[in-house]
Each structure stands twice: as C-alpha cells, then as structure tokens.
C-alpha cells in the first residue's frame, strides 16, 4: 500500500454534515478542515482561491473575502493519519477546474447525509493527492520522490513486519549503507532505523485502537519477535505501554 493511502485511511468527514457558510469579510474553522469554493473568491495566508477551487485549512486559520463555501471539518483518528496532518501547512489551496463550482454549489443541498459526506471525503483526497504529487517538502513527504530513499520508505511502509536492517534497507535503495544512513538523515531528518521504529509504532498504536489482537500478535505485525521487547520500543516511543493504548489510542483516534 502506498504511503498516501495508509496515511488517508484515518480521514473521515466528522459526520455532522457539510456546511454552507457564506464568508463577508472574514470566518474562522478550527481542526482540520476543507473548504470548496462555490461562488466568489477567499483569501488564507496570502493565497487566494477562486469559485471552483478547494481550500485546506488546519487549525484555527482565518479565511478573508466575500464567497459562498461548502466546507466539512475532519477528525484525525489514529497515530498513522496524525503523521499525515503533522507535515500538512496551515492552508493549501487546490484550482479547480471549469464545472467545479456548480458542483460545488450542488453538494448537500439535500441536507446533511452520508452522501454529502463522502462527496467531501472524495474531494480531500483528490485536494490532498494532487498537494502531495506537486509538493517537495521537508521531512519524508520531499524524500518519497528521491531515488535512493524513496524506495526506502515504501519498502518501510508495506512491510514494517520485515526484520530491516540498514543492509538490507540499503540493498532496497541499491546503495552502500553509509549511503543511505547519510542520505535518510539528511531528507528526512532522522536515521532510517529510527524512523523505522516510529513508523512501526503508529501502525502498533492504530492495530491496538481498532482491533482486539493481542499485544504479541501486534508486536508480530510490526517485526517484533516478542512482546517484551515490542512494549519497551512502544512505551519509549508513546510515552505509555501497549495495554494502556487499548483505552488511550481509542479515545484520540
């Protein structure tokens, strides 16, 4: 599974429908938000986004202007998606294309509705996608294009059950070890081994939030042989252990 796909799994709509607002002069959304632009144009942070294109905003950012927006705020559930929301700006602006904002003007005018909803899911996606595909960033979102780390990461991501070593990481990159220890931290700013271990614990802390797989199973889902050693990893990663995540994780996700 690609990288973005996994990350996106814990984005969903809050379930409290879309929203029509109409936006004189200013207004404020809070959390992780997607505003598309039906009629009109807005300003967040310098851009300036037009009927028909999407807006991004997280955290409490204010968005300027006169427009009619459809807008939906998502909850962030698990420690994998967070990774997503983490390396995301505070606004991004999408354009859109000609036809989008009579679409945009079209969605839940029924009322709120699981339709509704997933109308908004797909146009994060698409919105987020396309800022994923254009952007080279800091941290692993620029190194994923690289040569030699980006074969790395997806490596990492598929199958973090795999016992990796920076050997056999490299041999994935087709480079010498120092190579790719040098080239990772420098991208994406820790050593590839420990940004394997914080990578396997987010899918650890996901895998215990959603499912009822003992801490020995999980800790074999993510490359651990026992759960000893798994618990300590997890514990010094999360602050807390593996059971105490049964209740924790699930509550934040």
């Given at each position: 599974?690609?990288?973005?796909?996994?990350?996106?799994r814990?984005?969903?709509?809050?379930g409290?429908?879309?929203?029509?607002?109409?936006?004189?002069g200013?207004?404020?959304?809070g959390?992780?938000?997607?505003?598309?632009?039906?009629?009109?144009?807005?300003?967040?942070?310098?851009e300036?986004?037009?009927?028909?294109?999407?807006?991004?905003?997280?955290?409490?950012v204010?968005?300027?202007?006169?427009?009619?927006v459809v807008s939906?705020?998502?909850?962030v559930?698990?420690?994998?998606?967070?990774?997503?929301?983490?390396?995301?700006?505070?606004?991004?602006v999408?354009?859109?294309?000609?036809?989008?904002?009579?679409?945009?003007?079209?969605i839940?005018?029924g009322?709120?509705?699981v339709?509704?909803?997933?109308?908004?899911?797909?146009?994060m996606?698409c919105?987020?996608?396309?800022?994923?595909d254009?952007?080279?960033?800091?941290?692993?979102?620029?190194?994923?294009?690289?040569?030699?780390?980006?074969p790395?990461?997806?490596a990492?991501?598929?199958h973090?059950?795999?016992?990796?070593?920076?050997?056999l990481l490299?041999?994935e990159?087709?480079?010498?070890?120092?190579?790719?220890?040098?080239?990772?931290?420098?991208?994406?700013?820790?050593?590839?081994l420990?940004?394997l271990?914080?990578w396997?614990?987010a899918?650890?802390?996901?895998?215990?939030?959603?499912?009822?797989?003992t801490?020995?199973?999980?800790?074999?889902?993510?490359?651990?042989?026992?759960?000893?050693?798994?618990?300590?990893?997890?514990?010094?990663?999360?602050?807390?252990?593996?059971s105490a995540c049964r209740?924790?994780?699930?509550?934040?996700?």
């Open positions: 599974m690609e990288p973005f796909d996994e990350l996106l814990g984005m969903r709509a809050d409290a429908g879309v929203r029509r607002t109409e936006v004189a200013s207004a404020v959304f959390g992780l938000t997607l505003c598309a632009v039906a009629s009109g144009e807005v300003e967040v942070l310098g300036v986004a037009r009927a028909g294109d999407v807006v991004v905003v997280q955290g409490s204010a968005v300027r202007g006169r427009a009619t939906g705020t998502y909850d559930m698990g420690a994998v998606a967070r990774k997503l929301s983490d390396i995301l700006p505070k606004a991004l999408v354009g859109g294309e000609s036809g989008c904002a009579e679409f945009y003007s079209s839940g005018t009322g709120p509705g339709v509704a909803d997933r109308l908004l899911d797909w146009l996606v919105s987020l996608k396309e800022w994923f254009r952007e080279h960033g800091d941290g692993w979102l620029g190194a994923r294009a690289d040569a030699v780390v980006g790395v990461l997806r990492m991501h598929a973090p059950e795999r016992p990796w070593t920076l050997a490299a041999r990159a087709g480079v010498a070890r120092t190579t790719l220890a040098s080239r990772f931290a420098r991208l994406v700013g820790v050593p590839p420990t940004y271990t914080e396997r614990m899918v650890a802390a996901d895998l215990l939030a959603e499912s009822s797989a801490v020995a199973s999980v800790a074999r889902k993510v490359g651990y042989a026992d759960a000893f050693g798994f618990s300590a990893a997890f514990k010094r990663v999360h602050g807390f252990s593996p209740s924790r994780c699930a509550e934040s996700a």
